[in-house]
């Protein structure tokens, strides 16, 4: 009786450390961060049923939390100011620091109209200082 509630035990404690030596090989493969931590954590929850499920989430929800924030870093610092430089003919670098500007200056309205005021800036600087160029 004593040898069956041993190997029970142990089987307990083998799935367990399974689920999370998985956890950490996916989350190594998908570069998650804290893959180690988040194995443990798997693993921990994995003692008790249906616990598993809520590491699942949990790791699922870092990795998400990371590729969003990665995409975030990428479209608000390199897409949004080629494509919205392109659509009105203002240089990337200029929609960045007007952006920056005009959040830092009125928050998410001032981040709404900063590209625009850029744009009729930078007309009104080319048809005013600099009108025969145009003609050229």
Known sequence: MVAKL???LLGNVLTPVIAGATTFVWCILFDVPYAVLL???VAILDLFPY????GGFIVAAVATVV????FRLGED???TPKIIGWAVKVPAGVTVVAILL???GLGVVGA???VPIA????LLVEELLFPALDKA
């Open 112 to 114: 709404l109209v900063a």
């Open 67 to 70: 590729f969003y924030i990665a």
């Open 51 to 54: 616990a598993s499920t809520v």
């Open 77 to 79: 610092y390199l897409l």
């Open 6 to 8: 041993g190997d029970y």
């Open 102 to 104: 005009g959040a830092a």
């Open 119 to 122: 744009a009729a800036v930078q």
């Open 39 to 41: 194995g443990v954590v």
